[in-house]
């Protein structure tokens, strides 16, 4: 029977896992952790940010406020309220306009508006749980 919690989830976490593996697979994400060293202090601090962000959308595509598939390619999609934003696969470009700005969240949204092709408006405008679930995107976008 399930309980409270898992009412509040429109898909279960194995499906969530899977469709973020996807979005792992597609980056090689696992093996840039991999190769991280554990006794590097700022590596360290690296690994545990992504442990944290990977947890953050795995929720969020419990609820149903992400979508990750790779039919046609690529497609990581956030759901909001009332509207949509798609994010294109990162490119060398990508990182340009993120490494124009000054100051991480600057640059984080530099990057993921960069992406979604509507700019970093878009993200500034963002309010929680949406803009966690983004900055949470962006850290694994920013390793890739």
Known sequence: MPTEQDTQYKLTEEVAREQLQIFLDYYDIEDELNAM??????????????????????????????????????????????????????????????????GNHKQLYALLGFLCESGYPVIERMKQPHLGIAEALGALFMIS
């Open 37 to 102: 060293s554990s006794d590097d202090e700022d590596e360290a601090t690296v690994k545990r940010a992504i442990e944290r962000s990977k947890l953050k959308l795995i929720k969020g595509i419990r609820k149903g406020h992400l979508e990750i598939t790779n039919v046609d390619g690529l497609t990581v999609t956030q759901i909001m309220n009332d509207s949509k934003v798609t994010y294109q696969v990162m490119s060398g470009r990508a990182k340009i306009e993120m490494d124009k700005q000054k």
